[in-house]
């Protein structure tokens, strides 16, 4: 008992900064229905800013006040004001890359100001953090658990308070449920959002510089891994409860220590399952507790107050346009194969290749999240489990590397497929959860295994071979790659036009509609999850091949969340966005690459920025901007081609639908046009005003 | 027998006993108005019968075969169809491909190595079906604009062109002419008579425009709290005085005599 007590005690300040942290996740998801998962990087901040103030000799007090008291909640309005305030009644996706995209940006930005060496522990803040104070059940209780415990108690209940007071909860509620709708009944939204948003961030600061000191330094992951505990923490309390919140936090903190203390110590079970205990609380909770199941959305009964969303595919051009782009297309593809075999020297040539490759895995992130709606995060732990089975394969019984590559595609597949059964009753932001706790544990627990990844050692995989040719020399394994991002192009492409493309049409459009004309949603979400996990295998296979030596770092779950990001900003509805987003990458980070290290940060940098844009335009920041051009390009088109407009005929019909127009003069059916050219004409002339931000 | 049977069917949300065994036929070819009050259970009735709810008891039939544990697509294969209150449209999809892939997954068999790999395009009796189904609906002329761009209306109309082309014996529709106009909603009435005469189908309208009930069924039901109150011709229906109390209140019977 004493023994069990002696484990329990010191789990209770780690779970009261996991409720801190929680309480923040739920005030931030009633305010906004954004589930932040930037706030372990924004604890992160807090806590960094208060070790160098500290370390440039400022008084405690004063380093906890510019770290918690100002930062904090400037942070938080900075955040609401940019982002979050645009994306209330956003779909999930648009919710979360640019949470995802601070998650990454946040602690980069903050590592670049103030360095990135080794951090020592800051000080504690309130009492002495060394000093034992008095002995429970026979185990020391330091100055610092006694901070902890007593500072997360009183923020909860006075945030208990206010909520009670001030009919605050119920105010959000309503903000996030239609803002508009909400400043009719006279409350003003943005002022509630922000204020949210503020008092979270000073939750998120406060938790960040309790638990700093309790780790041996402070670093970023470690506050990620709070992250997800934080989150259990709030699924615990049903996103709403603030008293169960705090509960769950302190319950997952103990039983954690708990099952630290009793599991054998030094193997990859004690040494992974410790860390990992929240992610597995998080998964299972849930799939059980359904708190974030897939509800028939409500929506904004004032939606239609709004600008229609920009169409998510492109519009028809004129001939002249149409033939002009695919021209410049076909020469582009000419030059970038020209360019990869001729003229760009050897790690260029490698770099291109990379981004072959890297296309490949984002092509399943073009078919589970493009076309069927369904967020993933650990598409790179998928291509992981690709790239191991092609590595251990090759190790063991010297199977060929293609051979490999599609074993790994069909182990891959199946491992997708075993994700998606728990997660079939999840939607938008709880399945985007359960598959971030499926990737952490992957990392932690699945991966260091000799079985699988092999930890830090990795292992080897030769360049393929086939026949007596070989394509060890990177410029023949740009033909593989090629050959293979071709085939898998091809195949997604055959299938966007197909039945089943139709079909996760219809399913990301409305699972209820979907099911109501006979479409097996069922199957049709375990077939999108493991079609999308095979190509994210053969993607990992073919990379694990390029790189010639993998570890579990090549995969870690920060990978899964780079990659939703790039493909979301370049263009998750085309196969030519996936193409374009694996270049692009591998291209930026090879530029980076060549620059002094202390300017590293500046991916980083152009991740906060992507996620900025991707509120402004979320069909994509490429697909934006091409549109723009095209755009021109038709005006130009039509002045040459001068008075084009006279084309366009207007007729009047008396069928229903001409009975039905919501309205003269706006209805596309209204008019009539003749010939393409006119059509496009019409189209261009009811399209709205290409400079005017879209979707807000 | 009757096309579709319901007995007894319970549904409770917390302490709100949204149906409280109700029981209702629909024969084949019938067209039935089901109103009421607001919160009367009609939507309700509407998603056990398709299986997006589980009633808490009572079975549900279709031509005689119990559907009530069946998963909605299954009942929706056996001939069920309906259309959403609030519109549930395939968003970035045309109402072109709105009928054709409800069209694809009744169509059956796999004839092709396409087919069977799931990436067949349509058939051509297939598309001609879908131009057939968008002129009956009058959405010829925005076929191809996607669906996200029309209005309200044509919103009402996609939805009821992608449950027709399931090929229904039975057509659940969910207040179809709400937010339309009078115009608007004698074009739908038009539509659905069309529909009716050509292919035969069954319907159950739930509705609160009056008019447009009594333009469309024969028979109607009345539920009220989750409880049938009243079943039986039209205008019988109409003149029953426990109908109009709850639909008018008590104030308006006392004035009315």
């Known amino acids: 008992m004493s023994q069990l007590l002696s484990y329990a005690i010191p789990g209770v300040p780690f779970g009261c900064a996991y409720a801190l942290m929680a309480v923040g996740v739920v005030l931030t998801y009633k305010a906004s229905g954004v589930l932040n998962l930037a706030f372990g990087a924004q604890a992160y901040v807090s806590a960094v800013v208060l070790y160098a103030a500290v370390r440039d000799g400022w008084p405690t007090w004063a380093a906890f006040v510019v770290a918690v008291v100002v930062l904090g909640p400037v942070l938080g309005l900075v955040l609401d004001r940019l982002l979050f305030r645009h994306t209330r009644t956003a779909p999930p996706l648009v919710k979360l890359v640019p949470a995802l995209g601070l998650m990454i940006a946040l602690p980069a930005v903050t590592d670049m100001a103030f360095g990135t060496g080794p951090r020592r522990v800051p000080p504690s803040v309130l009492l002495d953090p060394t000093r034992v104070y008095f002995r429970l059940a026979g185990t020391a209780v330091s100055g610092e658990e006694i901070a902890t415990t007593v500072v997360t108690v009183a923020a909860v209940a006075v945030l208990a308070l206010v909520f009670r007071s001030q009919g605050l909860g119920l105010r959000m509620r309503a903000v996030v449920e239609s803002p508009r709708m909400t400043e009719l009944a006279g409350i003003r939204a943005d002022r509630v959002s922000a204020f949210a948003w503020m008092l979270s961030s000073l939750y998120a600061g406060l938790a960040g510089v309790l638990l700093a000191p309790m780790y041996a330094q402070v670093s970023s992951t470690d506050f990620t891994a709070l992250l997800v505990a934080a989150l259990a923490a709030a699924v615990v309390g049903g996103l709403s409860s603030l008293p169960l919140t705090l509960a769950g936090g302190i319950g997952l903190g103990v039983a954690q220590q708990i099952i630290g203390g009793y599991l054998p110590s030094g193997t990859i079970l004690s040494s992974g399952l410790r860390p990992a205990f929240p992610f597995v609380v998080l998964a299972v909770l849930l799939v059980t507790r359904r708190t974030l199941e897939a509800s028939p959305a409500l929506g904004d009964p004032l939606a239609s107050c709004d600008p229609p969303r920009p169409s998510l595919r492109p519009p028809a051009r004129m001939t002249e346009v149409a033939l002009g782009t695919r021209a410049f297309t076909a020469f582009l593809v000419f030059m970038f194969v020209v360019t990869a075999l001729l003229l760009v020297p050897g790690n260029w040539q490698f770099t291109l290749t990379q981004g072959l490759v890297f296309a490949v895995v984002f092509l399943s992130i073009t078919v589970l999240t493009g076309m069927a709606g369904q967020i993933s995060l650990c598409q790179a732990s998928v291509a992981g489990v690709g790239a191991f089975t092609v590595g251990q394969l090759a190790a063991h019984f010297g199977t060929p590397v293609l051979l490999g590559t599609l074993v790994g595609g069909v182990a891959a597949a199946i491992v997708g497929a075993l994700v998606s059964v728990p997660a079939l009753r999840l939607g938008g932001g709880a399945l985007a959860l359960f598959t971030l706790s499926f990737a952490l544990l992957a990392d932690n627990v699945v991966f260091p295994y000799p079985w699988a990844g092999n930890g830090a050692n990795g292992l080897t995989v030769p360049r393929p071979q086939v026949g007596g040719i070989s394509f060890g020399t990177d410029a023949a394994f740009f033909w593989v790659a090629l050959a293979v991002l071709l085939i898998v192009a091809g195949a997604v492409w055959l299938l966007r036009g197909g039945t089943l493309g139709q079909e996760l049409g219809a399913f990301r459009g409305s699972e209820t509609a979907a099911a109501s004309i006979g479409i097996d949603i069922v199957r049709l979400r375990v077939i999108a999850f493991a079609l999308s996990a095979c190509i994210a295998g053969v993607g990992g296979a073919l990379y694990a091949s390029l790189q010639q030596t993998i570890s579990p770092n090549d995969f870690n779950y920060q990978f899964s969340l780079v990659f939703v990001v790039v493909v979301a900003v370049v263009g998750i509805h085309s196969v030519a966005g996936a193409i374009e987003a694996g270049l692009a990458y591998a291209v930026l980070q090879q530029l980076v690459s060549t620059l002094p290290s202390r300017y590293t940060s500046v991916v980083a940098l152009v991740f906060g920025l992507a996620a900025l844009s991707y509120v402004r335009h979320p069909e994509g920041v490429v697909p934006y901007a091409k549109r723009w051009v095209l755009d021109r390009a038709e005006q130009l088109a039509r002045y040459l081609s001068g008075g084009g407009e006279r084309e366009a005929g207007r007729t009047g019909g008396s069928g229903p639908a001409e009975r039905l127009a919501p309205g003269a003069g706006q209805s596309p059916g209204e008019r009539r046009p003749r010939s393409r050219l006119a059509a496009a004409i019409v189209w261009l002339a009811e399209r709205q005003p290409p400079g005017e931000p879209a979707g807000r | ?257």
């Open chain 2, 1 to 257: 027998m009757a096309l579709l049977e319901l007995r007894g069917i319970s549904k409770r949300f917390g302490g709100i006993a949204a149906l409280d065994s109700v029981s209702l036929d629909v024969e084949a070819g019938e067209a039935v108005g089901l109103v009421g009050p607001n919160g009367a259970g009609k939507t309700t009735l509407f998603n056990c019968v398709l299986g997006l709810l589980r009633p808490d008891s009572g079975t549900i039939s279709l031509a005689g075969v119990r559907i009530d544990t069946l998963p909605t697509f299954r009942r929706s294969r056996l001939g069920i169809a309906r259309t959403f209150q609030r519109l549930e449209l395939f968003t970035g999809m045309t109402p072109r491909e709105h009928v054709l892939v409800a069209l694809r997954v009744h169509g059956g068999g796999h004839r092709t190595w396409r087919e069977r790999l799931a990436v067949g395009r349509p058939r051509s009796p297939e598309r001609r079906e879908a131009d057939q189904l968008l002129s009956i609906t009058g959405l010829s002329d925005v076929a191809d604009v996607p669906v996200e761009a029309l209005g309200l209306a044509y919103g009402r109309l996609v939805e009821l062109a992608r449950a027709l082309a399931s090929r229904p014996r039975l057509l659940l529709l969910d207040e179809p002419s709400s937010g339309l106009d009078e115009a608007e909603t004698a074009g739908l009435v038009e539509v659905i008579g069309r529909v009716r005469a050509e292919q035969g189908t069954a319907v159950l309208l739930v509705e609160h425009d009056l008019e447009m009930v009594a333009a469309v069924v024969s028979r109607l039901v009345v539920l009220n709290f989750g409880r049938k109150i009243a079943d039986g011709p039209l205008l019988e229906v109409m003149a029953d005085p426990g109908v109009r109390q709850a639909y008018l209140g008590r104030a308006y019977l006392g004035q009315g005599r």
